[in-house]
């Protein structure tokens, strides 16, 4: 259950088996089913969340009613609302697990404390923050500087696989377009090939 934790966290820093105990202990494994709500928005977000496996839609409701998916967490990677969570300030995220799913949950008060008992682990959470960061940065910049088209090739590139599994509907939220507009960039790619 934690190897695929161990896997990714390795990546930033070194930990033995028994700093990584340590460092695991707080964690809850979760089951969410499909369309289980894991944050809503106004809801204060306590956790973060390590994807095991399943697919969450972390979205948002725009002015206009409509809802706008910021990304898709899948196996491997960190479920948050982070403004709330560090912030103390109502979610304006939705967190929904699009199929069945397992994460790994620690809470706020359980991250913090690992901060003072394992000084590496600020540095883990650091590190991942500012991965984030690049990440959402190229993610604004691809939704304000890229047609949809380069968008959609992006997700194909970014999700391999997942497409398949998601309705055109959220495929399309994520690209900020109708489902209309989606189906036609599908056919002129497709007939591109």
């Not at 899948?74 to 979610?91: F, R, Y």
């Not at 991965?131 to 992006?154: F, H, M, N, P, W």
Request: glycine share 4%; proline share 2%.
């Amino acid at each position: 259950m934690f190897s695929l934790l161990y896997k990714n966290i390795s990546r930033y820093i070194d930990l033995s088996e028994e700093e990584f105990k340590q460092f695991s202990a707080p964690f809850q494994l979760r089951s969410f089913k499909k369309k289980e709500v894991v944050l809503k928005e106004g809801d204060y977000c306590l956790f973060e969340g390590f994807v095991l496996n399943g697919c969450f839609k972390i979205y948002y409701l725009n002015e206009n009613g409509f809802e706008q998916t910021l990304y898709f967490a899948v196996e491997g990677w960190w479920i948050t609302d982070i403004d709330s969570l560090l912030n103390d300030v109502p979610s304006i995220l939705n967190i929904e697990a699009l199929m069945d799913s397992e994460v790994l949950m620690i809470s706020k008060k359980d991250k913090e404390a690992l901060y003072e008992t394992m000084p590496q682990i600020e540095k883990l959470f650091r590190i991942m923050n500012q991965r984030s960061s690049v990440a959402l940065q190229r993610r604004i910049l691809s939704l304000t500087g890229k047609t949809a088209d380069k968008r959609y090739i992006e997700f194909l590139e970014k999700y391999p696989g997942l497409e398949q599994k998601l309705t055109q509907q959220q495929v399309a939220s994520y690209l900020g377009i109708t489902h209309e507009f989606l189906s036609k960039i599908r056919k002129r790619i497709s007939l591109e090939k």
